[in-house]
């Protein structure tokens, strides 16, 4: 088994109250938060979920055809129990339509190995999510905070 460790890092800025723009090191930046216009925090890591294997099924499916339709929702029940939220239930439903012909017939031959390898492979983000990783919360110049 290799293991391979590399870094990814995400800085945040407060734009006002509710509202943040992460910037990745290459400066690219999303604006985010509360409010009229913004993804909030849970449907970025909605998205995340479903743009990570969507990257996955993509490239290995449109190498063979170009889809006609590639509509992709992640969908989850938003728990609140004793005061704590999670979400439950997450669900990627991938709506996916390739032309007629051999080229479109091995675009779809391809998807339930695209959605099986992502699952259980390369998409980062659910894996992440299902492996439970642990979250420290660290305050500047103090110890961390985790669960």
């Given at each position: 088994?290799?293991?391979?460790?590399?870094?990814?890092?995400?800085?945040l800025?407060?734009?006002?109250e509710g509202?943040?723009?992460a910037t990745?090191?290459k400066g690219?930046?999303?604006r985010?938060?509360?409010?009229?216009g913004?993804?909030?925090?849970?449907?970025?890591?909605l998205?995340?979920i479903a743009?990570?294997?969507?990257?996955?099924?993509?490239v290995?499916?449109?190498r063979?055809?170009?889809?006609?339709r590639?509509?992709?929702?992640a969908?989850?029940d938003y728990?609140t129990?004793d005061?704590?939220?999670i979400?439950?239930?997450i669900?990627?439903l991938?709506?996916?339509?390739?032309p007629?012909?051999a080229?479109?017939?091995?675009?779809?031959k391809?998807?339930?190995a695209?959605?099986?390898s992502?699952?259980e492979?390369?998409?980062?983000?659910s894996?992440t999510?299902?492996?439970?990783v642990p979250?420290?919360?660290?305050e500047?110049?103090?110890?961390?905070?985790t669960?």
């Amino acid at each position: 088994m290799t293991r391979e460790i590399s870094s990814r890092t995400v800085t945040l800025g407060r734009e006002s109250e509710g509202v943040y723009i992460a910037t990745n090191a290459k400066g690219d930046q999303l604006r985010f938060g509360r409010g009229e216009g913004l993804l909030s925090p849970v449907e970025l890591l909605l998205a995340a979920i479903a743009g990570c294997s969507s990257i996955d099924v993509d490239v290995m499916t449109s190498r063979r055809s170009e889809p006609e339709r590639f509509d992709v929702t992640a969908s989850a029940d938003y728990v609140t129990e004793d005061g704590a939220n999670i979400l439950e239930n997450i669900q990627v439903l991938f709506d996916l339509a390739f032309p007629e012909g051999a080229e479109g017939d091995a675009a779809r031959k391809r998807i339930a190995a695209a959605l099986r390898s992502s699952h259980e492979r390369s998409c980062t983000v659910s894996r992440t999510v299902e492996a439970g990783v642990p979250v420290a919360l660290v305050e500047a110049g103090a110890d961390a905070v985790t669960a």
